[in-house]
């Protein structure tokens, strides 16, 4: 509540806990334990939704932490939502998300915040210290082989879930919710326009800028300017968080190829419909007013 984050805790042996306030994907996590249960679905599925609201009843510990949810408490389309975060802890989560200096890298969300480039956390136990510093690229560390760093890079799968949680977020909210994006800039976004941006930046890690040239490769001459190879996208594991260059394995397309899906669904997708249309507008092909892709 106090730093309006989420952290890690770490028990000791002896029982006790310590809060680490590390600022990384920990804390943003839990805005994409987040969907929307439409009006439809609960027609379909009474006793499934009956079964729910009894749940809740006999979790309250953890219901008076969650987003109100039930009757009462309906939103757009009278749509109802199962979300781990209140609508104010939403919004202090998204003002440290949406901060450049902080989690917005130019090419998608970074992993670890870039406060933690001049603001090192440094924990003593037992005579030794330990350190969490921003690495937007390489891991320092020889852990998972060395070549596996949630310190800052940019990292596909869990941008994927950030557009899905804040997708869901604005299905029951609509326009109504709005947050200044990127944070400090003045200009306020429904957080279907976040979702878009934030898709916006990841395929900004292989499209062409300015001067020709793909984020994905970074100095990568070959890569950058051989005309056999140029054109041929390598699908890389993690990308720096300062400038989108692929870092990790060069194939990963399992995870890093879902980019595809995001340029595919903001293509055919605008706000007006996805609203109107809720979870089924993904699913259906074509759309009047739609963005070209």
């Known amino acids: 509540e106090e730093d309006g984050f989420y952290y890690d805790i770490l028990r000791l042996p002896d029982g006790s806990a310590t809060r680490l306030k590390v600022r990384s994907m920990v804390g943003l996590l839990p805005l994409c334990a987040t969907t929307v249960i439409e009006a439809w679905q609960r027609e379909r599925i009474p006793r499934a939704f009956a079964l729910l609201q009894q749940r809740l009843k006999r979790i309250p510990e953890l219901v008076s932490t969650m ?159 051989d005309p056999y190879f140029r054109d041929y996208i390598l699908f890389y594991e993690y990308f720096h968080g300062d400038n989108g260059a692929g870092l990790g394995a060069s194939h990963q397309t399992g995870w890093t190829g879902l980019v595809a899906k995001t340029i595919q669904l903001f293509g055919l997708l605008d706000s007006k419909r996805a609203l109107e249309g809720g979870k089924k507008a993904a699913f259906e092909k074509g759309a009047s007013g739609a963005r070209g892709v």
Not at 109 to 120: A, D, G, T, V
Request: glycine share 12%; proline share 6%.
């Open 67 to 225: 987003h109100p949810t039930g009757p009462g408490h309906f939103g757009v389309a009278e749509r109802g939502i199962l979300a781990m975060v209140t609508p104010e802890r939403l919004r202090r989560i998204l003002t440290k998300m949406l901060d450049e200096n902080e989690f917005l890298g130019p090419c998608g969300i970074r992993s670890l915040s870039k406060f933690h480039e001049q603001n090192p956390f440094i924990f003593h136990v037992q005579g030794q210290e330990y350190r969490v510093d921003y690495l937007p690229a390489e891991s320092n560390t020889g852990m998972f082989g060395g070549n596996s760093n949630w310190r800052g890079p940019v990292w596909m799968p869990v941008n994927i879930l950030i557009i899905r949680g804040l997708l869901n977020f604005y299905l029951y909210y609509g326009d109504d919710f709005k947050i200044e994006c990127p944070t400090g800039s003045g200009n306020m976004m429904n957080l279907f326009e976040v979702s878009r941006e934030i898709s916006d930046r990841l395929s900004r890690i292989f499209l062409r800028d300015e001067q020709g040239r793909r984020p994905v490769y970074g100095g990568t001459e070959k890569f950058q300017s």
